[in-house]
């Protein structure tokens, strides 16, 4: 067990480092020079050439990736060419931000996906039970920034239950709460409906299996079976798809990001890119990798952990 | 709804600044704000809403009207400012006095001013800041490239020597590049501002919100509020509902066009104001076919400004025929030369003998700039031009690509500068124009020594540019302003300086 | 985004009830033509779209904008006086052919890498699924936003970014189809008998895993219209003039609160699209799911 926890981490470090290599070159061709979008219209070429100078941008990239690798991981990412403030705690706070929102989204996606999806295994040839799969099917087929502007469109403009955008901190207390539920609802409902689908695969197929038969035949009732034995083992399909969704929330809110005027990681990589803000792009992106790598490996810590069959075979 | 349609600012901006001082309108108190009578005693907080966000704060070295528009006027202030019809209004300097040969600038400075750090404002920071002007890589500081030295007279009094007269120098003071600064804060000009307005800069969180306090040590008189903030949002209809939904008291500069009509209630007031602004599709002169003056009078002829107009603002605003304003004391209508004539156009095509001209249409991805370059393809498909449009990311690839390596046929952008139409004598200028005859206007202009004369060289200026037909001036954007009821004074005019915030108050 | 498609590796493939009555209809025919005519429509539509319009879908005009439905513009007119019923119908055809793109990318790139990862000797294919898995860790959006960053906005940009998005979880779904063929009796034997690793490809894995296959292209598909929906709405996607039903939806976000209507039409296209392509890739699912052979 120990040493499997070794060995995964000792690939994860390789798959971070190898990642860093692929962003800091993959970015390095980025068109567009830092140090014109910035003087604007009127700046001379020695300008320009001064800021670039100054920025650094006009080093030999292996030197400028080996600066910006040791930096990220010491927390010292550098100066932002466009607010000239340190990245560091610009990308930090958007990462709060992101995180709270997909977790936010996450939660209303199970707490959608869940009993919908049970229902629709549960009661799979029954009128009812097709109902709750054509909901998830027609809920999957949505934009969630479509669901996000609808949203918007009743509950802050005609009804001003919600603010109509932008965010407060969890510091703020009520007031996140009514910043954070009208975009957690709109990434949430789009995938609640993509999770109740899995759920519903997922219960089905441990319908199938022999100890649920066993226990079916043993003469309990087929909803005590499943909350007996069968929610466990769906669960560890379902952790998988979510931590999967995971990974393309973090990125995919941008556009709820967008529609809501949430400072997230999403929001900011755009207006980086837009403004060739290169160390900030470098640094949004290879935190969503890194992210994306860490929920990667958590999982597979976890999920023999909570798959019984899985830990028998280690 | 209200709406109150300021007079024309024309006439307000024609009383020059030599007029003003032969008058001795230097004796002129600060100007009144309204509603501010009880000042400095409201705990009432003013949030507006902006569509352009600042990179920084720094507008020394970062170019773009979004810096300087917030802390201008709120937190820095100049020697004079640019009072909401216009008129050059005493600021930091009490008075001044020119000499009789238009190459000295003599001002009297307030006293008692202090920098928000606690430091004292005097002469020495006019001579520091004005020679910094030198290390200034954004925002035009050749603009006053005329200054060539400042002496320091006493602690209050300071005077300006200038290489030759310049007719526009007390206007360029008023814009950022009049800004003064504390000498100990311009290492960190980018995440702080330290100046001498009325409101003491807090905080920026980053394409999000700045953050202001009311100073209150400022020498004038205070300001209502006690709290500001600016908050950003990318796009007009993100900003209209946060309007609507209280998230924010005011809107400047609204550009959910469409939806000024749905503000009309009892709930909110709107005002229609002037900008500065010159949305304008730039020829390049280097590609085929746009390198004849009959070509391009065609491409003139063949735009439907007024459908141009519909598209990208509602209709709201003032179709152009020239690169000025209607603020501008030079003014004139030339929406009529070259107008649209889609016959016309097509004939004067064809006898050029370009009936298949194909283009491309580089334009910065700007939901105005969009909607204009979509009217104006299809206006063009009419003639028979195939137009290709390129979106290109604002600002970083549009400047790289057209401005910077001129790599277009048509381009089209809104110049918010104040009186970017100069740029027409700039031949190194991305619009490469080069003109000997317009350049001699505008040196006649410069060196004017009343009004009429320098209109009279601008528009002599302004006529040979629209001949030339350089590029096709679409319209002059207007500066929307939607506030919820209870926010009064808020500024109705972009003036391209800053938006002063300090005679704003707030009820309820 | 949401990928599906990379789920159901992991998860397993909508699986059928235990003990299914034998039926004479093939398993899923209700959900294929369902799904199929959907996306006949949509095809239908974009072909319709490429000789006649009601009117030309870039055809601006001042005066008539923002008008609701009219015998002349049968679901009113957009922002810049566009017939939207001739937009949504030309609209049909970016999000198609991005579908399309995106599917060839990944697949082109996702099939064979799986099919190579499965046939490599056992450490060297763990690696390709280790690089397999760093390419995972770059989400469809984020490289959409850096290619259009890099090479310019544009559909071909958007398609390479989304297919190569797409690309990594084929890869791992192929993988895992053609690992469960090469236990196989007759794979195993084509091995004993020294045929190469191409041979078996072609002559055993790619036949059987076919129907995965379909089912993955058809749901990447209905991924890529709606990635394609989300990045025109961030500016990222299709230019304009071009229609597509993504840029539609960001040009009435402006005016969303004084004519709902002009959100709705371009949205519904969207949401009918994906409908279809989901559904008729559940029907596919169940017709072609392996352990559906194994149950029966």
């Given at each position: 067990?120990?040493l499997?926890?070794?060995?995964?981490?000792?690939?994860?470090?390789?798959?971070?480092?190898?990642?860093?290599l692929?962003v800091?070159?993959?970015?390095?061709?980025l068109?567009?020079d830092?140090a014109?979008?910035?003087?604007?219209?009127?700046a001379?070429?020695?300008?320009?050439?001064?800021?670039?100078?100054?920025?650094?941008?006009?080093?030999p990239?292996?030197v400028?990736?080996?600066?910006w690798v040791?930096?990220?991981?010491t927390g010292?990412m550098?100066?932002?060419?466009?607010?000239?403030?340190?990245?560091?705690?610009q990308?930090?706070?958007?990462?709060?931000?992101?995180?709270?929102?997909?977790?936010?989204?996450?939660?209303?996606?199970?707490v959608?996906?869940?009993p919908l999806?049970?229902?629709?295994?549960?009661?799979?040839?029954?009128?009812d039970?097709t109902?709750f799969?054509?909901v998830?099917?027609?809920?999957i087929?949505?934009?969630?920034?479509?669901?996000?502007?609808l949203l918007?469109g009743v509950f802050a403009v005609t009804?001003s239950?919600?603010?109509s955008?932008?965010?407060a901190?969890?510091?703020?207390?009520a007031?996140?709460?009514?910043?954070?539920?009208?975009?957690?609802?709109a990434?949430?409902?789009?995938?609640g409906?993509?999770?109740?689908?899995?759920t519903r695969a997922?219960?089905?197929e441990?319908?199938r299996?022999?100890?649920?038969?066993?226990a079916r035949?043993k003469?309990m009732?087929p909803?005590?079976?499943?909350l007996?034995?069968?929610l466990?083992?769906?669960?560890?399909?379902?952790?998988?798809?979510?931590?999967?969704?995971f990974?393309?929330?973090?990125?995919g809110?941008v556009?709820?990001?967008?529609?809501?005027?949430?400072p997230g990681l999403?929001s900011?990589?755009?207006?980086?890119?837009?403004?060739r803000d290169l160390i900030?792009v470098?640094s949004?992106v290879m935190?969503?990798v890194?992210l994306v790598?860490l929920v990667?490996?958590?999982?597979?810590?976890?999920?023999p952990v909570?798959d019984?069959?899985?830990?028998?075979?280690? | 709804?209200?709406?109150t349609?300021?007079?024309?600012?024309t006439?307000?901006?024609?009383?020059?600044t030599l007029?003003?001082a032969?008058?001795?309108a230097?004796?002129?108190?600060?100007?009144?704000?309204?509603g501010?009578?009880?000042?400095?005693?409201?705990?009432?907080?003013?949030?507006?809403?902006f569509?352009?966000?600042?990179?920084?704060?720094?507008?020394?070295?970062?170019?773009?009207?979004?810096i300087?528009?917030a802390?201008?006027?709120n937190?820095?202030?100049?020697?004079?400012?640019?009072?909401?019809?216009?008129?050059?209004?005493?600021?930091l300097?009490?008075?001044?006095?020119?000499?009789?040969?238009?190459?000295e600038?003599?001002?009297?400075?307030?006293?008692g001013?202090?920098?928000?750090?606690?430091?004292e404002f005097t002469?020495?920071?006019?001579?520091f800041?004005l020679?910094?002007?030198?290390?200034?890589?954004?925002n035009?500081?050749?603009n006053?490239?005329a200054l060539?030295?400042?002496?320091?007279?006493?602690?209050?009094?300071?005077?300006?020597?200038?290489?030759?007269?310049?007719?526009?120098?007390l206007?360029w003071?008023t814009g950022?590049?009049?800004?003064?600064f504390?000498p100990?804060?311009?290492?960190d000009?980018?995440?702080?501002?330290n100046?001498?307005?009325?409101f003491?800069?807090?905080?920026?969180?980053?394409a999000?919100?700045?953050?202001?306090?009311?100073?209150?040590d400022?020498?004038g008189?205070?300001?209502d509020?006690?709290?500001?903030?600016?908050?950003?949002y990318?796009?007009?209809?993100?900003?209209?509902n946060?309007?609507r939904t209280?998230?924010?008291d005011?809107?400047?500069r609204?550009?959910?066009?469409?939806q000024?009509?749905s503000f009309?209630?009892d709930e909110?007031?709107?005002?229609?104001?002037?900008?500065?602004?010159?949305?304008?599709?730039?020829l390049?002169s280097?590609?085929?076919?746009?390198?004849?003056?009959?070509?391009?009078q065609a491409?003139s002829?063949?735009?439907?400004?007024?459908?141009?107009l519909?598209?990208?603002?509602?209709?709201?605003g003032t179709e152009?025929?020239?690169?000025?304003?209607?603020?501008?004391p030079y003014y004139?209508d030339?929406?009529?030369?070259?107008?649209?004539?889609?016959e016309?156009?097509?004939?004067?095509?064809?006898d050029?003998?370009?009936?298949?001209?194909?283009l491309?249409f580089?334009?910065?991805?700007?939901?105005?700039?969009e909607?204009?370059a979509q009217?104006?393809?299809?206006?063009?498909?009419?003639?028979?031009?195939?137009v290709?449009?390129?979106?290109q990311?604002?600002?970083a690839?549009w400047?790289?690509?057209?401005?910077?390596d001129r790599n277009f046929?048509?381009?089209?952008?809104?110049?918010?500068?104040n009186?970017?139409?100069?740029?027409?004598?700039?031949?190194?200028h991305?619009?490469?124009?080069d003109?000997?005859e317009?350049?001699?206007h505008?040196?006649?202009?410069?060196s004017?020594?009343?009004?009429?004369?320098?209109?009279?060289?601008?528009?002599?200026?302004t006529?040979?540019?629209?001949e030339d037909?350089?590029?096709?001036?679409?319209?002059?954007?207007?500066?929307?302003?939607?506030?919820?009821?209870?926010v009064d004074g808020?500024?109705?005019n972009?003036?391209?300086?800053g938006?002063?915030?300090?005679?704003v108050?707030v009820?309820? | 985004m949401?990928?599906?498609?990379?789920a159901s590796?992991?998860?397993g493939?909508?699986?059928?009830?235990?003990?299914?009555?034998?039926?004479?209809?093939r398993a899923?025919?209700?959900?294929?033509?369902?799904?199929?005519?959907l996306?006949?429509?949509v095809?239908?539509?974009?072909?319709?779209?490429?000789?006649?319009?009601?009117?030309?879908?870039?055809?601006?005009?001042?005066?008539?904008r923002?008008?609701?439905?009219?015998?002349?513009?049968w679901l009113?007119?957009d922002?810049?006086?566009r017939?939207i019923?001739s937009m949504?119908?030309?609209g049909?055809?970016?999000?198609?052919?991005?579908g399309?793109?995106?599917?060839?990318?990944?697949f082109?790139?996702?099939?064979?890498?799986?099919?190579?990862?499965?046939?490599?000797?056992?450490?060297a294919?763990?690696?390709?699924?280790r690089g397999?898995?760093i390419?995972?860790a770059?989400?469809?959006?984020?490289?959409?936003?850096?290619?259009?960053?890099?090479?310019?906005v544009?559909t071909?940009?958007?398609?390479?970014?989304?297919g190569?998005g797409?690309?990594p979880?084929?890869?791992?779904?192929?993988?895992?189809g053609t690992?469960?063929?090469?236990?196989r009796?007759?794979?195993?034997?084509?091995?004993?008998?020294?045929?190469?690793?191409?041979?078996?490809?072609?002559?055993?894995v790619?036949?059987n895993?076919r129907?995965?296959?379909?089912v993955?292209?058809t749901?990447?598909?209905?991924?890529?219209?709606?990635?394609e929906?989300a990045?025109s709405?961030l500016?990222?996607?299709?230019?304009?003039?071009?229609?597509?039903?993504?840029?539609?939806l960001?040009?009435a976000?402006?005016?969303l609160?004084?004519?709902?209507?002009?959100?709705?039409?371009?949205?519904?296209a969207?949401?009918?699209?994906?409908?279809?392509?989901?559904?008729?890739?559940?029907?596919?699912?169940?017709?072609?799911?392996p352990r559906?052979e194994?149950?029966?």
């Amino acid at each position: 067990m120990a040493l499997m926890i070794v060995r995964r981490l000792g690939v994860f470090l390789l798959t971070v480092w190898v990642a860093s290599l692929v962003v800091f070159f993959l970015l390095s061709v980025l068109p567009g020079d830092p140090a014109r979008a910035q003087l604007g219209l009127d700046a001379t070429e020695d300008q320009v050439q001064a800021l670039r100078e100054q920025l650094g941008v006009d080093r030999p990239l292996p030197v400028q990736y080996m600066e910006w690798v040791t930096g990220f991981f010491t927390g010292d990412m550098g100066i932002s060419y466009a607010s000239r403030a340190p990245v560091a705690p610009q990308v930090l706070d958007a990462l709060q931000v992101s995180l709270l929102l997909v977790a936010g989204g996450i939660l209303v996606a199970l707490v959608i996906a869940l009993p919908l999806g049970l229902l629709a295994a549960v009661r799979q040839n029954k009128p009812d039970g097709t109902l709750f799969s054509a909901v998830s099917q027609l809920g999957i087929s949505v934009p969630n920034f479509l669901a996000g502007l609808l949203l918007i469109g009743v509950f802050a403009v005609t009804l001003s239950w919600f603010p109509s955008g932008g965010w407060a901190p969890p510091a703020a207390g009520a007031d996140f709460l009514r910043h954070i539920a009208l975009p957690a609802l709109a990434l949430g409902l789009v995938n609640g409906a993509i999770l109740a689908r899995y759920t519903r695969a997922a219960v089905l197929e441990v319908m199938r299996e022999d100890f649920m038969r066993t226990a079916r035949a043993k003469g309990m009732k087929p909803g005590t079976a499943l909350l007996r034995h069968g929610l466990r083992n769906a669960m560890v399909p379902l952790i998988t798809v979510t931590s999967i969704e995971f990974a393309n929330l973090i990125i995919g809110a941008v556009v709820i990001e967008t529609v809501f005027v949430v400072p997230g990681l999403g929001s900011n990589l755009v207006r980086a890119v837009g403004n060739r803000d290169l160390i900030m792009v470098q640094s949004i992106v290879m935190c969503v990798v890194v992210l994306v790598l860490l929920v990667n490996l958590l999982v597979d810590l976890l999920r023999p952990v909570i798959d019984p069959r899985l830990r028998s075979a280690t | 709804m209200r709406i109150t349609r300021p007079q024309a600012l024309t006439a307000a901006l024609a009383i020059s600044t030599l007029t003003l001082a032969s008058c001795g309108a230097g004796d002129t108190a600060p100007a009144e704000e309204a509603g501010t009578e009880e000042t400095g005693n409201s705990d009432a907080s003013l949030a507006v809403g902006f569509a352009a966000v600042p990179a920084n704060l720094d507008f020394t070295s970062t170019g773009g009207a979004a810096i300087f528009e917030a802390l201008l006027y709120n937190t820095y202030e100049g020697l004079v400012r640019l009072g909401d019809d216009g008129t050059i209004e005493p600021l930091l300097a009490e008075s001044w006095d020119i000499s009789e040969d238009g190459l000295e600038y003599t001002f009297d400075l307030q006293e008692g001013v202090t920098f928000h750090d606690g430091s004292e404002f005097t002469a020495e920071n006019v001579e520091f800041s004005l020679e910094r002007l030198d290390e200034w890589t954004a925002n035009a500081p050749e603009n006053l490239e005329a200054l060539e030295s400042v002496e320091v007279v006493d602690e209050h009094t300071v005077t300006l020597h200038l290489s030759e007269p310049d007719y526009d120098v007390l206007f360029w003071l008023t814009g950022p590049e009049g800004a003064m600064f504390d000498p100990d804060s311009v290492d960190d000009l980018a995440t702080e501002a330290n100046g001498t307005g009325p409101f003491v800069f807090e905080s920026y969180e980053n394409a999000v919100e700045m953050s202001f306090s009311r100073n209150a040590d400022y020498w004038g008189e205070q300001p209502d509020v006690a709290e500001l903030s600016l908050l950003y949002y990318d796009d007009a209809n993100s900003a209209a509902n946060a309007l609507r939904t209280g998230g924010v008291d005011a809107l400047v500069r609204a550009e959910a066009y469409d939806q000024v009509d749905s503000f009309e209630d009892d709930e909110f007031t709107v005002q229609l104001g002037d900008s500065q602004g010159v949305v304008v599709v730039t020829l390049n002169s280097d590609s085929e076919g746009l390198s004849e003056v009959e070509v391009r009078q065609a491409i003139s002829m063949a735009i439907d400004k007024e459908s141009v107009l519909a598209a990208s603002t509602s209709g709201y605003g003032t179709e152009l025929g020239a690169p000025s304003v209607p603020t501008d004391p030079y003014y004139e209508d030339f929406s009529g030369t070259y107008a649209y004539d889609p016959e016309a156009a097509e004939q004067a095509l064809e006898d050029a003998g370009y009936d298949d001209l194909s283009l491309t249409f580089t334009i910065p991805n700007r939901p105005y700039a969009e909607a204009a370059a979509q009217v104006i393809q299809d206006n063009l498909s009419d003639i028979g031009v195939e137009v290709t449009i390129e979106s290109q990311e604002f600002p970083a690839v549009w400047i790289e690509e057209s401005m910077t390596d001129r790599n277009f046929d048509l381009t089209v952008v809104n110049h918010v500068e104040n009186r970017n139409m100069v740029n027409y004598g700039n031949p190194d200028h991305y619009w490469g124009y080069d003109s000997e005859e317009v350049r001699e206007h505008f040196d006649d202009a410069e060196s004017a020594t009343d009004d009429d004369e320098h209109s009279a060289a601008m528009l002599a200026a302004t006529e040979q540019i629209v001949e030339d037909v350089p590029g096709i001036w679409l319209y002059n954007p207007p500066n929307i302003v939607i506030s919820r009821t209870g926010v009064d004074g808020l500024p109705q005019n972009d003036l391209g300086a800053g938006f002063d915030f300090s005679g704003v108050t707030v009820t309820e | 985004m949401s990928t599906p498609e990379t789920a159901s590796s992991t998860t397993g493939e909508t699986p059928q009830p235990a003990q299914r009555p034998p039926r004479r209809r093939r398993a899923g025919t209700g959900l294929i033509i369902a799904g199929g005519t959907l996306v006949g429509l949509v095809v239908l539509m974009a072909l319709v779209s490429l000789v006649w319009t009601p009117q030309d879908p870039t055809a601006t005009g001042a005066t008539n904008r923002l008008e609701g439905p009219s015998a002349e513009h049968w679901l009113g007119t957009d922002g810049l006086g566009r017939d939207i019923a001739s937009m949504v119908l030309a609209g049909s055809r970016v999000p198609l052919l991005v579908g399309l793109g995106t599917v060839c990318v990944g697949f082109l790139i996702g099939v064979p890498y799986g099919i190579a990862a499965a046939l490599t000797e056992r450490g060297a294919g763990l690696w390709m699924m280790r690089g397999n898995d760093i390419a995972q860790a770059f989400p469809a959006l984020l490289l959409a936003i850096i290619l259009a960053a890099v090479f310019g906005v544009s559909t071909g940009t958007a398609v390479i970014a989304l297919g190569l998005g797409l690309a990594p979880g084929v890869a791992r779904v192929v993988r895992s189809g053609t690992l469960q063929v090469l236990s196989r009796d007759y794979a195993l034997a084509a091995r004993a008998a020294g045929r190469g690793s191409i041979y078996l490809a072609l002559r055993h894995v790619l036949p059987n895993i076919r129907g995965i296959i379909i089912v993955q292209a058809t749901v990447g598909f209905a991924i890529a219209v709606l990635a394609e929906a989300a990045l025109s709405f961030l500016g990222l996607g299709t230019p304009p003039p071009t229609p597509s039903w993504g840029r539609m939806l960001q040009d009435a976000q402006s005016v969303l609160n004084i004519a709902p209507l002009t959100v709705l039409w371009p949205g519904m296209a969207v949401a009918i699209t994906v409908l279809g392509f989901n559904l008729l890739g559940d029907g596919l699912r169940d017709r072609f799911d392996p352990r559906m052979e194994r149950t029966r």
